[in-house]
């Protein structure tokens, strides 16, 4: 990993490239936190992503569609796999009994010019942002 500091006093984050196991994929991930380097909480919070990945599919998917459906009428994602990969992943620090408020991007087959981002609050997603 390496640290970016950033004009906050002290401040930055860690950014890594590294494979996302379910998927396979090469994935850019950003970690909020200090010089010293990412928490516990926060390298358990990644495995806890990988880990519970197919379950986020399943929760994401119908937010990708509907986001989708605002200029393609009917859009349905047929393979999740196959349509969307993974590419970045930010995480936040995290402070005991607060959400989590974290994003996974995603590159797609429907259009190589977008990206597409799920927002989430701890491991429900709230938004979809398209990108491009």
Request: with cysteine.
């Amino acid at each position: 990993m390496r640290w970016i500091s950033t004009d906050r006093k002290g401040g930055g984050y860690f950014e890594c490239r590294s494979r996302f196991q379910p998927t396979g994929h090469m994935l850019d991930i950003a970690v909020d936190a200090p010089a010293d380097g990412p928490t516990v909480a926060q390298r358990n919070f990644y495995k806890d992503i990988e880990t519970n990945y197919s379950w986020l599919v399943g929760v994401m998917q119908p937010l990708i569609e509907a986001e989708f459906r605002n200029w393609q009428p009917g859009f349905a994602i047929q393979d999740f796999s196959a349509e969307l990969w993974p590419v970045g992943l930010d995480i936040p620090q995290l402070i005991d009994n607060k959400p989590v408020k974290w994003e996974l991007s995603f590159e797609t087959a429907h259009d190589l010019n977008h990206m597409v981002t799920v927002l989430y609050q701890n491991f429900q997603p709230y938004a979809v942002r398209v990108d491009g």
